[in-house]
């Protein structure tokens, strides 16, 4: 077989590899304004772990951010939500509205992070190393590049 032909053939195998990887590796686009404002107060949340629904709801409550006045000027503040938007989450962030169709504001309410996360026992949440379900990079470690592979976790004691 040629060299070019194995190197097709390897890269064929590779696909089914890559798409389980994506389904844990959520793109991670750079955008300084994103990184600067929300990575300033807690993880800047990969755009793909909410839908862009739920994006735009953030952005809209920011007066009223998780009981802080994150508030933005107009201009940066659509800056932020249209990449947020344009980097939303599809179909792998599972259901991200509640009952009665309110777009989830947290990234630990969508199916998908329950669904990730179900084996963590609650007292596991609680240790101090952790303290909350929304502290990724206490078991992600480069949960800020977007990696939060099954394999790159590590739950602190």
């Known amino acids: 077989m040629k060299k070019p032909a194995i190197l097709a053939a390897l890269a ?6 890559q798409a389980e990887h994506d389904d844990d590796r959520p793109a991670a686009p750079k955008h300084p304004a994103f990184a600067e404002e929300c990575g ?3 993880l800047a949340f990969p755009p793909s772990l909410l839908d862009a629904n739920s994006w735009r709801a953030v952005m809209n409550g920011l007066p009223r951010h998780f009981g802080v006045d994150a508030s933005l000027d107009d201009k940066r503040r659509q800056a932020i939500t249209d990449h947020l938007v344009a980097n939303a989450g599809d179909r792998k962030t599972g259901v991200t509205v509640d009952g009665v169709g309110k777009p989830f504001l ?3 309410e969508s199916s998908r992070f329950v ?7 609650a007292a596991v949440w609680q240790r101090p190393a952790i303290k909350s379900r929304s502290n990724c990079v206490a078991c992600h470690a480069h949960a800020a590049d977007g990696d ?3 394999r790159n976790v590590r739950i602190p004691k």
Not at 12 to 17: E, F, G, K, Q, S
Not at 115 to 121: D, N, P, Q, Y
């Open 115 to 121: 669904r990730k996360h179900r084996e963590v026992g």
């Open 106 to 108: 947290r990234v630990t």
């Open 12 to 17: 064929v195998l590779a696909l089914p590899a």
């Open 40 to 42: 300033s107060c807690h």
């Open 148 to 150: 939060f592979e099954e």
